[in-house]
Every structure is written in C-alpha cells, then in structure tokens.
C-alpha cells in the first residue's frame, strides 16, 4: 500500500494521476463510522471506489487517497483486513475539501505533467466510460468535469417567491473532474475562497470548464437510501 506507483499500467500518450478525497464522517446517515468506511456489497466503499481508478485499462500512474488525520489507522487496518494489494499513497488531509485536495497535490509535486483527477471517495460506482473521457476532454481542453442534465424540475428562490429554470440548460455536477496537472497547481496556489464548491469552482477563474457527459448510476454516498441504491445496482451488475 506504501508503494504509489503502477508498474504495470499501460503506457498512455500522457501521464494520469488520481486523488481520492474521502473526508466525510457519516453523519448524515446516522452511522457509526464515516460513509467511505461502511460496508457495499461486502466491501468498504472507499475500496470499490480505489478500485475503479485502478482498473489497468485507464493507465493512471499514481493513486493518492487523502483521509482526514483520525482516520488512517482505520483504513489501514481495513486494507490488512480486506487484503487490499492497490498501489496507493495514503496523504493526511486538511479541515476543508479544498485543503485536502491541496494536501493530494503535493504528494505530486515531483511530477513534471499529465493529467490529474479528483474523485469523491463515496462515489463508487463511476463508471469507466465515464472516468476515460473526462481524462481525455482535460488532456484536450484543460479542465473537464463529469456532469449529467436534472431529471427534476429546478426552480430559483428569490424575494418574491420563486421561478422555473431551463433545466437543458442545467447540470448537476459529478466527479472526476480532471485538469492539467500545471493548471489545478495554479489554482491552488491563490487563496482559499468561501464560494468554493469543488475544484472546478477553484479552477474556473483561470481556465474554460468542459462538460463531459456523467452516468445517473455515479451517484454519491451522502444518505443510507443512497447506500440501498448502489447495493441494489451492483447486485443487478449495472453498478
């Protein structure tokens, strides 16, 4: 687990680096333990979301997880627990997402260029298509995020009531976001602001975002009806 590197991945035109950023405590699912720990079909879902970036076939180079500093003796005795053997730097992570995703990206300050996703450690289910060309619409435009259209009608609060809003025009935003490494580099480098959302909002100052088509079933483990969701998609093999 010490070992970050993936000897054995497929060369690719260039270098693909992950972060994995799992901060979250489970609170709003009245668990025990934080979500990214809580068993999925048998497996912690920090492990199923691990294993999607390490799927040979995406040749991502290195794999950083970032955890909260309380937090890594737990997942370390998880990995010896469920014999995890993916390569992966295990980073300590800051108060904010912002911080911690900073924290990610000097476990790579050695690495010259490439491309570099942040994923959400509670979505699980990404799928690879999915993950694929949002590294490739970074390594052509920049800066890419996955994202799909609203099912649900949205409407905007405002002084006197509300109104409907365009939803072809709306996008609910996922992970992978992935950016040129030099590019997130940069963003992080300016200080943290409070209108920050997730690193396309730190990066969109500096840079166009592309939109890369997302999947409904690359859902987050937010409530414990998300957590019934992607059990029940992974036993129907669609997760």
């Given at each position: 687990m010490n070992e970050p590197k993936f000897?054995?991945?497929?060369?690719?035109?260039?270098?693909?680096?992950?972060?994995?950023?799992?901060?979250?405590?489970?609170?709003?699912?009245?668990?025990d333990r934080p979500k990214q720990f809580l068993e999925l079909a048998g497996e912690p879902v920090l492990l199923h979301t691990l294993r999607r970036f390490a799927d040979p076939a995406l040749g991502v180079r290195e794999l950083v997880v970032v955890l909260p500093a309380g937090q890594l003796e737990t997942w370390q005795t998880l990995c010896a627990?469920?014999?995890?053997?993916?390569?992966?730097?295990?980073?300590?992570?800051?108060?904010?997402r912002w911080a911690s995703v900073r924290a990610?990206?000097?476990?790579l300050a050695d690495r010259e260029?490439?491309?570099v996703?942040?994923?959400d450690g509670v979505r699980p289910l990404t799928p690879r298509a999915v993950i694929e060309a949002t590294y490739e619409a970074a390594y052509n435009h920049g800066a890419a995020v996955a994202a799909v259209v609203p099912k649900d009608s949205v409407r905007n609060l405002s002084q006197q009531g509300s109104y409907a809003l365009n939803r072809a025009r709306l996008r609910l935003v996922q992970t992978p976001q992935c950016f040129d490494?030099?590019?997130?580099?940069?963003a992080y480098q300016l200080p943290e602001l409070s209108?920050?959302?997730?690193d396309s909002s730190v990066v969109e100052d500096?840079?166009?975002i592309q939109l890369v088509e997302g999947d409904y079933r690359n859902l987050k483990i937010t409530t414990a009806e998300d957590l019934y969701v992607a059990e029940a998609l992974l036993r129907a093999g669609k997760g």
């Open positions: 000897p054995g991945s497929p060369a690719s035109k260039y270098p693909r680096y992950t972060i994995i950023v799992a901060g979250g405590s489970g609170t709003r699912m009245g668990a627990q469920y014999n995890v053997q993916i390569p992966h730097a295990l980073v300590v992570g800051g108060a904010t990610g990206l000097a476990q260029s490439g491309v996703a942040v994923h490494l030099a590019l997130l580099r940069r209108t920050f959302t997730d500096l840079h166009p």
